[in-house]
């Protein structure tokens, strides 16, 4: 989309996005141990 580098790889996003799904959370409330931001789940997510 942009053709920059992806600072965070699919398998991180990946997890966080599963625990989003699983848990029943709010994406702002994705738990930032998995790494990247809420918004960059979102976006990638949404990709």
């Known amino acids: 989309m ?7 790889g699919d398998r991180e996003v ?3 996005i599963v ?3 699983a ?3 709010t ?3 994705a738990p930032e141990t ?4 809420w918004s ?3 976006r990638r997510f949404a990709e």
């Not at 942009?2 to 965070?8: D, K, L, S, T, Y």
């Open 2 to 8: 942009w053709g920059g580098r992806r600072c965070h």
């Open 14 to 16: 990946g997890a966080a």
């Open 19 to 21: 625990s989003v799904a």
């Open 23 to 25: 848990s029943g959370r």
């Open 27 to 29: 994406w702002r409330q």
């Open 34 to 37: 998995f790494g990247p931001s």
């Open 40 to 42: 960059t789940v979102y």
